[in-house]
DNA sequence: TAGTGGTCTAGACCACTCC
DNA sequence: GAGTGGTCTAGACCACTAA
């Protein structure tokens, strides 16, 4: 019952069960990986009928955000947008090598954020954020290189990191050390050619083309996380779409 | 109650209702633009209850093949997919003219299909198939420049058709002349530079960046109907996904 | 075997569109 | 007012998983 009781009620009741599951998500009540309760609980304790929960758990699935499992139960689904940036990317020149790239830190520093990043993240343009310089490899060749800026207040926790700890995945070190989880991510592509130092970190002649991915990461509730611009050889990128 | 006679028994039946109802779109009992029957029709026809309707129809709703509105009915989706090809790419500089882009044919020849094309149409390789080398517009701007393969069995009728009458959109000429719809399209996204041809048909520099777009146009049955491959300036190019 | 989600039913009332 | 899809209920049985 008190489930819906943050409702808004003039919404469907399987909308407001959706927003509700949403918030325990959010809050971290119900974390990445754990099972929600089964739809007849959420039935008895929302106050509605199991086919209403049905709804809005199908919602939720069709979202990304929850799993079903058969006869095992809900599950907060584990997002894991640190691997999907590669299904732009060949990698390994063909080979069906699903490794994860590496990544290297080449530097972090506080400076005034540039007024895109500010906008995407929310911040008055020029305030002071956290700017990561940083490489990903496929093996030995570079694959991409990102500049990924964050709001200074809730990320301080990694500007105590020493540089090789940072590991070949930030966004589980964001829900660690900073608590925030990234669920969703928009991104743009567009085509570019590479400047001299871009091209020397890639390996590439300046002059170049390519491949230029700026993302706006965002939690549960859509709130602005990171905004980062990677740009890599566009040689290596290919892309499939289903449209209709 | 015959809407379900051939479907396979072993599927659930809102399963068997989906691929009834597609079934009824392919054939044309039930074209583009028109209403199906009501949910409550099909019920009584395939001897289903409503709530069953209403779960194959959300599926095809989700499949972009059927669009319900409430209070009239449910129609049969009208596909567009001439227009989507340009959410690729930035028209007219930023502008926000939603303006159709002009197209010419530039050649059609029966050529001997290549592989790729062939493997994509299901045609053996080297068979002889319909070739069109079309030039997309925006205003006096060249936009895209492409290659497109038909099999010659089902495209008769466009052997006969003077260039100049091919107008701007080819899929509604399919429908009208062959009776093939698109339905779906895969499409792969990669980065090439232009060659002396490309660059002069597209007015940029040898060797400039161009994105290029590999098609397969399906029917609603998933049947490949055209395969094509469109390239196009990279400095236009623009897409923006939402990733989770 | 107990508990989970997956499918299905047969109703009810509401909101919207069109005549 | 008649007909449409939208929401919701309260059950039923099945398929799958885990202990």
Redesign the pocket.
Known sequence: MSLLAAADPRL????QLRDAIVSKVVEGTWAAGD??P????LARDA??????V??AVDLLVAEGVLD???????FVRRPSLDRSLFRFFRLSDGDDVRSLPRARILGRARASCPPQAAAALGLRPGKPAIRLDRLRLDGERPLLVEEIWLPSDRFAPLEALALHEFGDLLYPLYERLCGEVVAVADETLTVDVADAGQARTLGLEPGAPVVVIERVARGYDRHPIEWRRSRGPADRFRYRVEIR
């Open positions: 469907a009741r399987y909308q099972a929600i089964t739809e007849a609980e106050g509605v009928a199991v086919g209403t049905r709804k079903r499992v058969q006869g095992r139960g809900t």
